[in-house]
């Protein structure tokens, strides 16, 4: 048993320095996803999945140990298998909770991924909607050269003075100028009444 003892001792020392660089990776991650920044999603599932497999590992050892500690004949060595079990214990419960604290950071995570895809959309909205406020107003402009660059009879017999072009030529741009901007004053309102609305009313 004193040779058993001296083997399971040294494995459950050697897995301090395992707990201890799994702690420091998770502490990185950790402070990388609350801090609001996106961590590498596959650095999380890597991590967990050591953690999970290092569970594995040690989790077994605990009956191993308690039975070896029952069936020990010497009562000098009862102590020293005891202290091997409560280190055991220890790493067990230490592995447990990073595993669990991974789970966590990797949910914490996806929900900035999803913060951040939803501020690129609303950026994307944004940016497409200017780009159509934009070819709106320079739709009827568009309309305006194409009307006077017809070159048929009636246009050329009708259109002689400048009266006549100021109201064909810029009548016909500010006209749906004037409807394009009363659109715009009426759309405000609905869309802060619907921002305001809480969801699901």
Not at 24 to 46: C, H, K, L, N
Not at 106 to 134: D, F, G, P, W, Y
Request: proline content about 5%; aromatic content about 10%; hydrophobic content about 50%.
């Amino acid at each position: 048993f004193a040779a058993l003892w001296a083997i399971l001792d040294q494995v459950v020392d050697d897995y301090a320095p395992v707990v201890a660089g799994l702690e420091r990776d998770i502490d990185q991650i950790e402070a990388t996803v609350f801090s609001g920044a996106v961590a590498p999603t596959e650095r999380i599932y890597s991590l967990r999945r050591e953690a999970t497999d290092f569970y594995r590992a040690v989790h077994p050892l605990l009956a191993v140990v308690t039975t070896i500690e029952r069936a020990a004949e010497a009562p000098q060595l009862q102590p020293y298998l005891r202290d091997v079990q409560d280190h055991l214990l220890l790493v067990n419960e230490e592995v447990a909770a990073q595993r669990d604290l991974l789970g966590t950071v990797l949910e914490a995570n996806m929900a900035v991924i999803s913060v951040e895809q939803t501020k690129v959309s609303v950026r994307q909205n944004s940016t497409i909607e200017q780009l159509t406020i934009l070819a709106t107003v320079f739709l009827p402009l568009t309309f305006v050269t194409g009307f006077f660059g017809q070159n048929f009879s009636w246009l050329i017999g009708h259109i002689s003075g400048f009266d006549k072009f100021l109201a064909y030529g810029i009548g016909g741009l500010v006209v749906p100028l004037v409807l394009l901007f009363t659109w715009l004053r009426l759309r405000a309102p609905r869309e802060n009444a619907a921002a305001a609305a809480p969801p699901g009313s």
